[in-house]
């Protein structure tokens, strides 16, 4: 629409209260258009948030948030919210540095109850919410829950539902069932083509089984919710017999109260049974399931296989979006060919993921491999101890995983893998800082979290070879689990292998195939000199004092083989080694004792926070009696002990102190050449 008058008198939800029926309507087709101009200019999440326009713009005309609590599970879907809730002049910064978040943050807006950006809290959130405003005779007691078809196959929903009917909490959760429980839904695995999740298919049968309910049809149940009727046994059996006509028996079972299916983008029926549900004097729990069309209203998105859940920018008129020109491919995607080259040779190698065959790489290795690939949904404690399961009788599982979404899997790791010392393969995607989706998604705590488990071994590779490298060489280790983490990103193409890197490439080709690597052992990348060492470098580093040493984890080793030739570049005295340790655990404890033993300086550089490879490194330097005598400066260099806000991924290693710069910066101060500034602590 060339304009939007009923969204512009919007600056709080208050402005919804007084609105007829025809202008929420209208409403709601301003603000579909409004959330995809802006994601069309910006990129973010786009499907989801069209998906549910109608539902946020019944939900905020009914209740009165802040005082009422709205909690989006997971909060890629909660772009309409924001606009609703007085930041639509903020969307040109969306998912930007200084800007507004891709999801709700308590920091950001009191309309936003709680934070999120991880699926399956907002049940378990509702329920805490409730049980406060209860217990602190709270006025107003509306908590409402809005969770997806995909997050409610995490477990924690159902620890919640069955903690909140046992209970009896007054809560309304809203089922929105878009038919999308993975990214992307359809991927070909050992189960088909079908979502991912057994209850998808109940829900869908729901669908079927009879028409939408309308506002009528609910007001002639209702009466069962009024306290008096709770206990009534012969309520027991309506609800059975109703739930074999519209499927709520499961969720009445777990003490819910089942009101459904109803249509989503219907406003006529929507809002006058919210209203019913919030004027109730019932203190037992609501589960209202309504089925919406993700995407909704824009057809490119309606197509695709992903529904443009996430989206870079993109034209308007026909959806394809704008990509920039690489010179290599991604790291997932080298990442799922590489196993796919593991899995040709070796048929016990399967691959499972949680929900995000897109994002892992999983759906490329479906394709060649559907029979041995396995979504489980999002239920990533369930996917570790599965893969241990196979494990146990002799198959080969890598189990790809985000590094964030791996904290959900932590007690499975340490309980069912690593102390069984079972061969797991995990594969940690989105490694590091990961840019545009910010705190809640970065993979810095891998590292910390577990290198202090026993059995573990840890490696991190430094461009696409070496991640083809490490494949293959998870692919052989049969002596217990692996952990492999690699960063959002591409590989380098190789020109820049050759000229920066310095490797003698055949043809001037990138390996098509990984190379078995030998367990706990790094490698000198760059001596003193660079590629000039036989020339004029071999002036460099004469005194022990102007020698100074990088020992790099991850692909920081870029940044720091940048930085060593540009100290170099000031001073023709200076001498910078560089080494790829490769492995965190176990440690090359020979090339460290050389870099500690020949330099007066040593610079180690991860892509973590504290408490990783750094930690590991001084740890073993402190015991092995190597800073005992003073001749060795070092200095870990980790990301901060802080969030780090959204942004380009670039910009985060900026705040973080960790490009180019700030290594040059760290080696020319240890050695007494400049006086840079002192990476400040962020405000937390």
């Not at 990129?43 to 939900?59: F, K, P």
């Not at 217990?135 to 477990?155: E, F, P, Q, S, Y």
């Not at 217990?480 to 001037?508: C, M």
Request: aromatic residues 6%; contains cysteine.
């Amino acid at each position: 629409p060339a304009s939007k008058p009923i969204l512009d008198s919007v600056g709080s939800p208050a402005d919804l209260n007084g609105m007829s029926l025809s202008e929420l309507k209208q409403l709601s087709h301003e603000l579909r258009w409004e959330v995809l101009e802006s994601v069309s200019k910006t990129g973010g999440h786009l499907s989801s948030s069209l998906g549910v326009v109608e539902l946020t713009v019944a939900l905020h005309h009914v209740f009165d948030m802040p005082e009422d609590d709205i909690v989006w599970d997971v909060s890629h879907q909660c772009y309409p919210h924001k606009m609703l809730t007085g930041r639509r002049d903020r969307f040109n910064k969306l998912r930007q540095l200084n800007g507004l978040s891709g999801f709700c943050k308590r920091k950001e807006s009191v309309y936003d109850s709680f934070g999120a950006g991880h699926s399956t809290t907002s049940i378990s959130a509702v329920q805490g919410m409730s049980i406060a405003k209860s217990m602190l005779n709270k006025r107003r007691n509306n908590c409402i829950a809005v969770i997806g078809d995909g997050a409610i196959t995490g477990g924690m929903a159902y620890e919640a539902m069955n903690s909140a009917g046992y209970l009896k909490n007054r809560m309304i959760v809203i089922l929105n069932d878009n038919g999308q429980v993975s990214l992307p839904t359809g991927t070909q695995t050992a189960g088909g083509v079908a979502p991912a999740s057994q209850l998808s298919a109940y829900t869908s049968k729901l669908l079927v089984s009879k028409p939408f309910q309308d506002f009528r049809d609910f007001a002639k149940s209702f009466n069962k919710l009024l306290p008096e009727n709770i206990q009534d046994v012969n309520k027991r059996v309506d609800e059975y017999a109703r739930g074999i006509v519209s499927g709520g028996t499961l969720f009445e079972e777990l003490g819910f109260y089942y009101v459904g299916p109803v249509d989503g983008h219907d406003l006529d029926n929507l809002i006058p049974i919210l209203e019913k549900l919030r004027d109730s004097p019932s203190n037992k729990p609501v589960l209202l399931h309504i089925k919406t069309n993700k995407g909704q209203g824009y057809p490119p998105a309606e197509k695709a296989s992903d529904k443009m859940h996430g989206v870079g920018k993109f034209d308007l008129g026909t959806g394809v979006q704008v990509k920039g020109k690489s010179v290599a491919p991604s790291l997932t995607s080298i990442f799922a060919n590489s196993l796919i080259d593991c899995a040709t040779e070796d048929r016990n190698i399967v691959g499972i993921t949680a929900a995000m065959p897109g994002g892992t790489g999983m759906d490329i290795f479906g394709r060649r491999f559907p029979k041995r690939t396995f979504d489980v949904g999002i239920a990533e404690q369930h996917a570790v101890t599965m893969a241990a399961g196979m494990a146990c009788e002799g198959l080969k599982p890598f189990c790809a995983i985000y590094s964030t979404f791996l904290q959900r899997g932590y007690d499975q790791v340490l309980h069912d893998v690593a102390i069984q010392n079972l061969p797991v393969r995990f594969m940690l995607d989105r490694a590091g800082l990961v840019g545009n989706d910010g705190p809640t998604h970065h993979g810095c705590y891998d590292l910390a979290y577990l290198g202090c488990v026993p059995n573990l071994t840890i490696m991190s590779p430094c461009d696409e070879i070496e991640l083809k490298n490490m494949v293959a060489t998870c692919a052989a280790f049969d002596d217990g689990p692996t952990v492999l983490r690699y960063p959002r990103g591409t590989g380098y193409g190789a020109d820049k292998l050759q000229k920066l890197f310095g490797y003698e490439l055949k043809d001037g080709e990138v390996p098509a195939k990984g190379e078995l690597l030998e367990i706990g052992k790094g490698r000198i990348m760059r001596q003193p000199g660079g590629n000039d060492a036989n020339g004029a470098g071999n002036l460099r580093g004469k005194e022990r004092k102007d020698r100074v040493a990088i020992l790099s984890f991850g692909t920081r080793l870029h940044e720091a083989l940048v930085a060593a030739n540009e100290a170099e570049s000031e001073d023709p005295t200076l001498g910078v080694t560089v080494a790829d340790a490769r492995f965190m655990k176990p440690l090359d404890v020979d090339l460290i004792r050389e870099l500690a033993d020949d330099h007066s300086a040593l610079v180690i550089v991860e892509e973590g926070s504290i408490g990783g490879f750094g930690d590991h490194v001084l740890h073993f330097c402190a015991l092995d009696g190597l800073l005992d005598d003073g001749k060795v400066k070092v200095r870990p260099m980790v990301i901060p002990d802080a969030y780090i806000e959204a942004g380009t991924q670039h910009e985060q290693y900026e705040m973080s102190g960790l490009n180019a710069e700030h290594i040059k910066g760290t080696v020319l101060r240890l050695t007494d050449r400049k006086k840079a500034p002192v990476l400040q602590e962020q405000e937390a």
